[in-house]
Nanobody
């Protein structure tokens, strides 16, 4: 059983940056696809970004050009660099690893964008 733990969240002003990390207790090479999701208060969880084992990435339209997802299989981590943050980016951010039919989620890290 692999555990995923997010870190790096916090309070930032609009226009600022944060870097989120998702650390796994075991190898992430087993996850062909990893992803970041977020859930704002009163809203459904939404997909932010995905990255495959061969480095292919995809982003929600709302974050394209501002967020960059990366993964380091050797360090068993996935990161999300978030630039030019907006108040509407405020949410709990979750990482997810997909291994076949199995689904792994972290507990989430809070990101608050406010002046």
């Amino acid at each position: 059983q692999v555990q995923l733990v997010e870190s790096g969240g916090g309070l930032v002003q609009p226009g600022g940056s944060l870097r989120l990390s998702c650390a796994a207790s075991g190898s992430i090479a087993r996850f062909y696809t990893m992803a970041w999701f977020r859930q704002a208060p009163g809203k459904q969880r939404e997909l932010v970004a995905t990255i495959t084992n061969n480095g292919n990435t995809d982003y929600a339209d709302s974050v394209k050009g501002r967020f960059t997802v990366s993964r380091d299989n050797a360090k068993n981590t996935m990161n999300l660099q978030m630039n030019n943050l907006k108040p509407e980016d405020t949410a709990v951010y979750y990482c997810r690893g997909i291994q076949g039919a199995r689904d792994y989620w972290g507990q989430g890290t809070q990101v608050t964008v406010s002046s």
